[in-house]
């Protein structure tokens, strides 16, 4: 255990140092997330494009909506519920009201009812409307102080596909980090065993377990460290929200994590030099990075690339990451990704094992 | 402990003992790379508290003695025992307490000098103090700083420091001094000269002549995968059956002289042997001043100038250029 804690220590502490590392896995993804999100991110955010739909039609609901019209930071469109929540989910609203039939009347009793629909993956988009919406209600509440008229909102967010792309790029960045952060292990353990360190280890009593598993736990460790930072400026500089639970996060990096390690053992066991092991696991990085989905969407890639997508471990994890971050998903809803995740951990890892060699 | 109760024991026969005594037991080692046999038959005895060294040319096979010794190379054939433990069912045990330095200096990357010491030190159930080691190898103003940016000698010294980690009982150093400065040579000396005054074993190979001779208590030379002979320095020396070694150059009209061969030489009395030089001829005697005399003679007889006349006492070198019949570095 000792030995272990030691090599462990060891381990994070070289890491920590080789800069080539840090630069490829943690600096790619947060300039990645600086350009874009200062690029593209904030679009949009600034007028509310407000979907209104009137089935009332009373005198009380069209001064309503003429009240809206007059706030410049408001957008209005007015249709039918189908085409306003169906353009939420498009992205061209960002929040869409319905006043049922009866809401007048309802009103002059005081007690009235409106339903409010927010695009929930636009944090930015979905404040502003709801300090719109909040707004008109409240002065509608003191105009008719008289009769202690009331109106409650009823508020339901809406899945849309409007994220901003600060929003999607974050969960791609987060996936293509793990990716550089872990499969160079088997450039790690090449040079070792080419210079010769792994012969000075094979002479002490160190177990060949504590190695491998002193090594797995520190990348673990640091691509973890890593994501926190990542993610950290993501939320701080962009409001990017993570809206599904942090644990169901922490679970599928890790999965992601372990299987890009299994697949950089697999190169360690195979290749003889050190050049050799870089040489191939950027080759299969390169690709990967841009085919799995990191910066942009693979939905529009041409058919025959499909196959060779559909393989990408990378592919899944992204997949993963953002149907957590971005729309909330349980580790049970992403369950195919993780399991094709698995899939490849324990691929690789018997693969490893049966061509490892020590010296 | 165990050796002074087997030392006791009166039923013990004399090489019973000796086996009792021995830190490590080498019998019949083979090791073959494909078809070709790197060791080859090898029996070893190396006494407790004793500075042993190995010697011979390149490829002789004396790393992948040492490194199946270690434990880090699977012999074919053969047996090890190290501290009456054997090397394929107790390498752990045995990796416990011995120190290794290879002959290929590797450190990790990216640590210091400290760290690393720190990191082979927690390898072990119980770790010597890090600053006396550096301090021992001379490296405490180095102790901060990385491999990278160590010279060749330095990450050596390194290196010896890592073997001396766990306060080894039996301390293997795989040429320790190859690419040391002479003042970092004798600082190795002295810190191999104190293992062995703290009781320890030490098993070391190298190219040096006159490291074998001052520093080791005994020697094996190897050639071809194969011992060729095991003794002291001294006893090796006095298989040659000379006193002394004469060296000279014969030269006729200025130019060196093809006229004089080696087998003449031997002919000459007190003489037990003559070879040839790059230049020069070397004769062993017996007798040093019945031969110089005849020698003097010979050249006379001859017309023959002698120019760099040496006499010398018989050196390692000249026993290793006797059994392998060339230079350890040819
Ligand atoms: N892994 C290997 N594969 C094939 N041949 C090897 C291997 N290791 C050593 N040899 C061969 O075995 C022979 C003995 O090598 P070894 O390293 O033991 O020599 P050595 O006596 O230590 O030489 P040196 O003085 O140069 O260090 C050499 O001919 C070498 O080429
Ligand atoms: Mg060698």
Request: net charge neutral.
């Given at each position: 255990?000792?030995?272990?804690?030691?090599?462990l220590?060891?381990?994070?502490v070289m890491l920590?140092?080789?800069?080539?590392?840090?630069?490829?896995?943690l600096?790619l993804?947060?300039?990645s997330?600086?350009?874009?999100?200062w690029?593209?991110?904030?679009n949009?955010?600034?007028t509310?494009?407000l979907?209104?739909?009137?089935q009332?039609?009373?005198?009380?609901?069209?001064?309503?909506?003429?009240?809206?019209?007059?706030n410049?930071?408001?957008?209005?469109h007015?249709?039918s519920t189908?085409?306003?929540?169906?353009?939420?989910?498009?992205?061209q609203?960002g929040?869409?009201?319905?006043?049922?039939?009866?809401?007048?009347?309802?009103?002059m009793?005081?007690?009235?009812?409106?339903q409010?629909?927010y695009?929930?993956s636009?944090p930015v988009?979905q404040?502003?409307?709801?300090?719109?919406?909040?707004?008109?209600?409240?002065?509608?509440?003191?105009q008719?102080?008289?009769?202690?008229?009331h109106v409650?909102l009823h508020e339901?967010?809406?899945?849309?596909h409007?994220l901003?792309?600060v929003?999607?790029?974050t969960?791609?960045?987060?996936g293509?980090l793990?990716?550089?952060?872990?499969?160079p292990?088997?450039?790690?353990?090449v040079?070792?065993?080419?210079?010769?360190?792994?012969k000075?280890?094979?002479?002490?009593?160190?177990?060949p377990s504590?190695?491998?598993g002193?090594q797995?736990?520190?990348?673990?460790?640091?691509?973890?460290?890593q994501?926190v930072?990542?993610?950290?400026?993501?939320?701080?500089?962009?409001?990017?929200?993570?809206?599904?639970?942090w644990m169901a996060?922490?679970?599928?990096?890790?999965?992601?994590a372990l299987a890009?390690?299994?697949?950089?053992f697999?190169?360690?066991?195979f290749?003889?030099t050190?050049?050799?092991?870089?040489?191939i696991?950027?080759?299969?990085?390169f690709?990967?990075?841009?085919?799995?989905?990191?910066y942009?969407?693979?939905?529009?890639?041409?058919?025959?690339?499909?196959?060779?997508i559909?393989v990408?471990?990378?592919?899944?994890?992204n997949?993963?990451?953002?149907q957590?971050i971005?729309?909330?998903?349980?580790l049970?809803?992403?369950q195919t990704?993780l399991?094709?995740?698995?899939?490849?951990?324990?691929?690789?890892?018997?693969?490893s094992?049966?061509?490892?060699?020590?010296? | 402990?165990?050796?002074?109760?087997?030392l006791s024991n009166?039923?013990?026969?004399q090489?019973d003992?000796?086996?009792?005594?021995a830190?490590v037991?080498?019998?019949g080692?083979?090791?073959?790379?494909?078809?070709?046999?790197?060791?080859n038959?090898?029996?070893?005895?190396i006494?407790?508290g004793?500075i042993f060294?190995?010697?011979g040319?390149?490829?002789?096979?004396?790393?992948t003695?040492l490194?199946?010794?270690e434990?880090i190379?699977?012999?074919?054939?053969?047996?090890?025992?190290?501290?009456?433990l054997?090397?394929?069912t107790?390498?752990?045990?045995?990796q416990?307490?011995?120190?290794?330095?290879?002959?290929?200096t590797t450190?990790?990357?990216d640590l210091?000098?400290?760290?690393t010491?720190n990191?082979?030190?927690?390898?072990y159930?119980h770790?010597?103090n890090?600053?006396?080691l550096?301090?021992?190898?001379?490296l405490?103003e180095k102790?901060?700083?990385?491999?990278?940016?160590?010279?060749?000698g330095?990450?050596?010294?390194?290196?010896l420091?890592?073997?001396?980690?766990?306060?080894?009982t039996?301390?293997?150093?795989?040429?320790?001094?190859s690419g040391?400065?002479?003042?970092s040579r004798?600082?190795?000396?002295d810190?191999?000269l104190?293992?062995?005054?703290?009781?320890?074993t030490?098993?070391?190979?190298?190219?040096?002549?006159?490291?074998a001779?001052?520093?080791?208590?005994?020697?094996?030379?190897?050639?071809?995968?194969?011992i060729?002979?095991?003794?002291?320095?001294a006893?090796?020396i006095?298989?040659?059956?000379?006193?002394?070694?004469?060296t000279?150059?014969?030269?006729e009209?200025?130019a060196?002289?093809?006229a004089?061969?080696?087998?003449?030489?031997r002919?000459?009395?007190g003489?037990?042997?003559?070879?040839?030089?790059?230049?020069?001829?070397?004769i062993?005697?017996?007798?040093v001043?019945?031969?110089?005399?005849?020698?003097?003679?010979?050249?006379?007889?001859?017309?023959?100038t002698m120019n760099?006349l040496?006499v010398?006492?018989?050196?390692?070198?000249?026993?290793?250029?006797?059994?392998?019949?060339?230079?350890l570095r040819?």
């Amino acid at each position: 255990m000792k030995a272990f804690f030691a090599m462990l220590w060891a381990s994070v502490v070289m890491l920590s140092r080789n800069r080539v590392l840090l630069i490829t896995s943690l600096g790619l993804a947060v300039v990645s997330i600086l350009i874009f999100g200062w690029l593209f991110g904030s679009n949009g955010a600034s007028t509310l494009s407000l979907g209104v739909v009137d089935q009332d039609h009373s005198a009380i609901s069209q001064q309503i909506v003429a009240n809206l019209k007059h706030n410049k930071s408001l957008v209005v469109h007015e249709g039918s519920t189908d085409a306003e929540t169906q353009a939420l989910r498009n992205g061209q609203r960002g929040a869409v009201i319905v006043m049922p039939a009866g809401f007048g009347a309802a009103f002059m009793q005081g007690d009235a009812a409106m339903q409010v629909y927010y695009d929930q993956s636009s944090p930015v988009e979905q404040a502003i409307a709801q300090a719109a919406v909040q707004s008109i209600i409240a002065s509608l509440n003191q105009q008719s102080s008289a009769h202690t008229a009331h109106v409650t909102l009823h508020e339901q967010a809406v899945n849309t596909h409007n994220l901003r792309q600060v929003d999607w790029l974050t969960p791609g960045m987060l996936g293509m980090l793990l990716m550089w952060a872990n499969l160079p292990v088997g450039v790690t353990l090449v040079s070792w065993r080419k210079e010769g360190i792994m012969k000075r280890l094979a002479a002490t009593p160190l177990r060949p377990s504590a190695l491998i598993g002193s090594q797995i736990l520190a990348r673990l460790l640091l691509s973890l460290g890593q994501g926190v930072i990542l993610l950290a400026v993501a939320i701080f500089v962009f409001k990017v929200q993570i809206i599904g639970s942090w644990m169901a996060l922490l679970a599928t990096t890790t999965l992601g994590a372990l299987a890009m390690l299994a697949i950089g053992f697999v190169i360690g066991s195979f290749a003889r030099t050190a050049e050799v092991a870089d040489a191939i696991s950027m080759l299969i990085s390169f690709p990967m990075m841009f085919l799995g989905g990191s910066y942009f969407p693979t939905s529009s890639a041409p058919a025959f690339l499909a196959p060779l997508i559909n393989v990408l471990p990378l592919s899944y994890l992204n997949d993963a990451l953002r149907q957590i971050i971005n729309n909330g998903a349980s580790l049970a809803s992403v369950q195919t990704d993780l399991l094709v995740l698995a899939g490849w951990l324990v691929a690789a890892l018997l693969l490893s094992v049966r061509a490892f060699r020590w010296a | 402990m165990a050796q002074t109760s087997t030392l006791s024991n009166p039923l013990i026969t004399q090489a019973d003992v000796s086996f009792a005594e021995a830190m490590v037991n080498v019998k019949g080692l083979v090791k073959r790379y494909g078809r070709f046999v790197a060791v080859n038959d090898v029996s070893l005895s190396i006494r407790r508290g004793e500075i042993f060294g190995v010697l011979g040319p390149n490829g002789a096979g004396k790393t992948t003695t040492l490194e199946i010794i270690e434990g880090i190379r699977k012999a074919d054939a053969g047996e090890v025992i190290v501290d009456g433990l054997d090397v394929r069912t107790h390498r752990r045990a045995i990796q416990q307490r011995i120190g290794v330095q290879l002959q290929a200096t590797t450190l990790f990357p990216d640590l210091t000098a400290c760290e690393t010491i720190n990191l082979f030190g927690a390898l072990y159930p119980h770790a010597t103090n890090t600053a006396e080691l550096l301090a021992e190898v001379g490296l405490t103003e180095k102790a901060s700083a990385r491999p990278q940016d160590l010279s060749g000698g330095q990450r050596q010294r390194l290196a010896l420091a890592l073997a001396l980690v766990n306060n080894p009982t039996l301390v293997f150093l795989d040429e320790p001094t190859s690419g040391l400065d002479p003042q970092s040579r004798r600082m190795l000396w002295d810190t191999v000269l104190r293992l062995r005054e703290r009781g320890k074993t030490v098993v070391l190979t190298t190219h040096f002549m006159d490291e074998a001779q001052t520093l080791c208590d005994r020697i094996a030379i190897m050639d071809h995968g194969m011992i060729i002979a095991q003794d002291t320095p001294a006893g090796l020396i006095a298989t040659l059956g000379a006193s002394a070694a004469i060296t000279c150059e014969f030269t006729e009209n200025g130019a060196p002289s093809h006229a004089i061969t080696a087998t003449e030489l031997r002919a000459l009395p007190g003489v037990t042997d003559a070879r040839d030089g790059l230049e020069h001829k070397v004769i062993y005697t017996a007798h040093v001043e019945q031969t110089l005399v005849a020698l003097l003679q010979y050249a006379a007889a001859r017309s023959v100038t002698m120019n760099h006349l040496q006499v010398n006492a018989p050196t390692l070198e000249d026993v290793f250029l006797k059994l392998t019949g060339r230079g350890l570095r040819d």
